[in-house]
């Protein structure tokens, strides 16, 4: 399977713990996005990298919010204190490098629960 | 600032209806791409089709169309003879350069086909 992957696909957690999701691109894709979506909602851009430099960060929802590239390969997202609030679907794209107007494919979502 | 607008929340046609979805937008920007995303029942989002601001030629896929018309800022699009596989959510969205290409969705229409 060549698609975008997530892991975990669904999580519970308590309020006030931290949360860590993993995205793995598309592998010739050099562009990478997360997104939130919350119910009847469409998807909400939080950030993207393009290799391991993320270059917009100011959309992600407070500071509790982190993601990192490190390699330029998979990508984390992590939650710190999570609150009721975030329980939401977390959505991983890539796109081709080089190519700004690019599709971004979808990969299948992490669906936080916050208790 | 950018905005996607789908006005139409909820859709239900009977098999092999034609349907018609509305999308709206604004932007800034005179090169934008705009962007028909599915989400079927499963959650995932599944690409259908890209469109460049400068090319405003109306594009036919199966028994899918899209209708793009700057003059109006709409990007419709139509399945013809609806099947009960079409029943989804339809995102429409939109990317250009002052938001660095990330994609900015519309709320989505909900379309039931039923038999």
């Known amino acids: 399977d060549t698609g975008v992957s997530q892991d975990p696909r669904h999580k519970i957690t308590k309020r006030g713990q931290n949360v860590t999701f993993r995205c793995d691109p598309i592998?010739?894709?050099?562009?990478l996005y997360w997104y939130r979506q919350t119910l009847g909602q469409g998807p909400e851009f939080l950030t993207y990298?393009?290799?391991?430099?993320?270059?917009?960060k100011s959309r992600l929802l407070s500071d509790r919010f982190s993601a990192e590239r490190p390699k330029g390969s998979f990508s984390t997202l992590e939650i710190q204190r999570t609150e009721q609030g975030d329980s939401a679907m977390y959505l991983c794209?890539?796109?081709?490098?080089?190519?700004?107007?690019?599709?971004?494919?979808f990969g299948p979502g992490t669906r936080l629960t916050v208790t | 600032a950018q905005k996607v607008t789908q006005a139409q929340t909820e859709i239900s046609v009977v098999e092999k209806e034609d349907v018609t979805l509305d999308c709206v937008y604004e932007?800034?920007?005179?090169?934008?791409?705009l962007f028909w995303y599915k989400q079927p029942p499963s959650g995932e989002l599944v690409f259908l089709i890209r469109?460049?601001?400068?090319?405003?030629q109306n594009e036919i896929s199966g028994r899918y169309s899209w209708n793009f018309q700057k003059s109006t800022s709409s990007f419709n699009f139509t399945i013809t003879a609806s099947q009960v596989v079409d029943s989804a959510v339809y995102f429409c969205?939109?990317?250009?350069?002052?938001?660095?290409?990330?994609?900015?969705f519309g709320k989505g229409t909900s379309l039931l086909v039923t038999p």
């Open positions: 794209a890539s796109s081709l490098g080089g190519n700004l107007r690019g599709e971004q494919y």
């Open positions: 592998s010739e894709h050099n562009r």
């Open positions: 990298f393009q290799n391991e430099a993320q270059l917009e």
């Open positions: 932007t800034r920007d005179t090169t934008y791409y």
């Open positions: 469109r460049n601001s400068f090319d405003e």
């Open positions: 969205a939109l990317s250009a350069q002052d938001s660095g290409y990330a994609l900015n």
